[in-house]
């Protein structure tokens, strides 16, 4: 065992000990969500309406079998492995941004869209911020300093029951969900909002999930990734804007 992770186990044997004896109130609240949008919108740095049965040159497919097709953006999973990933790049002076998409999805998927750093070297993939839908739950993430956070993976594979649980205990922190039931086969508007260290998201024009976590506030969000899991979802008018600070 490495001296570093000597030091990592012991750091998350004695946080693991302080969550159990002293919990720390979660800054990620379903219980109370701004009514009002966070910010007001500035320019628009993206946009895709998929007219063309094709990705632009804007777009990525880092997992294949995504594309466009009859005007709408489909992601499918075909392997066992990994779902359907396709990128973009946004422009953002600050990593500050308002997102608005129209998705529809069918039973047992998960969509996720992640606004990410892929030059960031302390989270798996660059994973910054995150939100994710399915059929029965909404979440809200703070993969710099929660899911994804290097450190807290490997402790995570730690032999030390302690270490793991503190691990695991930090990583909720930075993450909240909302149990709810959205309907298969019929299109959502997704709005997501960050802004410093608030994430606010919100379906059909409701708020329904606010997250206050510090990794949201990484400066630079340059790499968007939607990302789908089982069958298949679509995507239509996406929109991303800057914001007025």
Do not use: Y
């Amino acid at each position: 065992m490495t001296l570093q992770l000597r030091q990592l186990e012991s750091f998350a044997c004695l946080l693991g000990l302080v969550l159990v004896l002293f919990p720390i109130p979660a800054w990620s609240q379903s219980d109370w969500i701004p009514a009002h949008a966070l910010v007001e919108k500035d320019a628009l740095v993206f946009s895709d309406d998929f007219s063309t049965n094709r990705f632009g040159g804007a777009w990525t497919e880092r997992i294949k079998s995504a594309g466009v097709e009859d005007g709408v953006m489909f992601g499918r999973q075909t392997t066992t492995e990994h779902g359907s990933v396709a990128s973009a790049k946004l422009e953002l002076p600050d990593g500050n941004l308002i997102c608005e998409c129209r998705v529809q999805f069918e039973r047992n998927v998960t969509v996720a869209f992640s606004f990410d750093d892929m030059k960031h070297p302390n989270s798996i993939a660059g994973h910054i911020a995150r939100v994710t839908l399915e059929p029965q739950l909404v979440k809200l993430h703070d993969d710099k300093e929660g899911a994804m956070n290097r450190k807290l993976t490997a402790l995570r594979k730690s032999d030390d029951a302690v270490a793991k649980a503190g691990a695991d205990a930090e990583i909720k922190r930075h993450t909240l969900m909302v149990p709810m039931k959205l309907e298969t086969q019929r299109w959502h508007a997704l709005g997501v909002e960050i802004v410093g260290d608030k994430m606010r998201v919100t379906l059909d024009g409701k708020p329904v999930g606010f997250l206050k976590s510090d990794g949201l506030a990484h400066a630079k969000k340059p790499d968007l990734k939607i990302s789908v899991s089982g069958k298949q979802a679509l995507f239509d008018d996406l929109r991303i804007w800057s914001v007025k600070r």
